[in-house]
C-alpha cells in the first residue's frame, strides 16, 4: 500500500526553463515567418499593382526598353532563380545567403507580378490598362507562368521516381544533389523552348 501511495503522489516532471524559453523562440519565429512572408507577397504586388493603374505611362516606357521575348526570358529567368536558390538552401550549409537571395527575387517577382496585373485573366486585365502595349506584361506573366510550371512538373516527377525508382534504377540517380538540380533545369529549359518555339509569347507589332 505505502509503495501505491508514494506511486500516485508523483507528479510529472515540469517543464524547464530553457524547454519553456525554446518553446516560446520557435512559436515566435514561425509567426515572424508568416508575417515576413505575407508581407513579401502583399505589399511588392499591391505597389506593382498600383503602379499599373496610376502611373501607367511610366511602366510603359519601362516595359518597352525590352522585347517581348526578353520579358519572358526575364520573368522565367528570375522564378527558376529562386527555386536554385530554395534548393540550395536544403542542400548547403549557409542556409541564410540562399534563403535571403530567394526573399530579394521573390520581392522583385512580385512586384513583376503586380505590374503585369498577373491573375487568372490576366490577358483581358493587361488589355485594358496598357491598351496596345499589353504584349510586353502578357509576355513577362508568360514567362513567369512558365517557370511555375515547370517546378510543377519537376515535382510531380520527381515524386514519381522517388516513390517507384528502386536504389539500384539509372533513374535513382536523378534523385541525389546536383543530379536533382540539373534536371530541374532540364525541365525548365525544354518547357520554355516550347513555349517561345509554340508562338506563346506575344510577338513584337509596336
Known amino acids: 500500500m505505502g509503495s501505491e501511495e508514494s506511486g500516485q503522489n508523483i507528479s510529472p516532471d515540469p517543464i524547464s ?16 515567418t508568416i508575417i515576413l512572408l505575407l508581407a513579401v507577397t502583399i505589399v511588392p504586388y499591391w505597389i506593382g499593382r ?7 505611362s511610366d511602366l510603359v516606357v519601362f516595359f518597352r526598353q ?19 536558390c530554395l534548393g540550395g538552401a536544403l542542400v548547403f550549409k549557409k542556409k541564410v545567403w540562399w534563403l535571403l537571395s530567394a526573399l530579394v527575387l521573390y520581392c522583385a ?9 498577373l491573375k487568372s485573366n490576366f ?5 485594358v490598362i496598357y491598351k496596345r ?11 513567369i507562368i512558365t517557370a511555375v510550371l515547370g ?9 514519381v521516381l522517388l516513390i517507384f525508382a528502386k536504389k539500384s534504377s539509372r533513374f535513382s540517380l536523378l534523385l541525389k ?17 516550347l513555349v517561345v518555339l509554340f508562338g506563346f509569347v506575344p510577338p513584337t507589332n509596336i
Not at 522585347?67 to 527558376?80: E, F, K, N, Q
Not at 502595349?133 to 514567362?143: D, I
Request: proline share 3%; net charge positive.
Open 109 to 117: 517577382v512580385q512586384f513583376l507580378s503586380g505590374s503585369s496585373l
Open 177 to 193: 544533389g546536383w543530379s536533382a538540380c540539373a534536371f530541374f533545369l532540364v525541365c525548365e529549359l525544354i518547357l520554355i523552348c
Open 151 to 159: 517546378m510543377f512538373i519537376f515535382a510531380v516527377v520527381f515524386m
Open 50 to 56: 498600383r503602379m499599373a493603374i496610376m502611373c501607367t
Open 66 to 84: 525590352i522585347s517581348p521575348m526578353g520579358w519572358a526570358v526575364a520573368g522565367w529567368l528570375i522564378v527558376t532563380a529562386i527555386f536554385i
Open 123 to 127: 490577358w483581358y486585365a493587361t488589355y
Open 17 to 32: 526553463l530553457p524547454e519553456k524559453a525554446n518553446s516560446k523562440h520557435t512559436k515566435l519565429k514561425v509567426i515572424s
Open 133 to 143: 502595349y499589353s504584349l510586353f506584361p502578357n509576355a513577362l506573366n508568360v514567362g
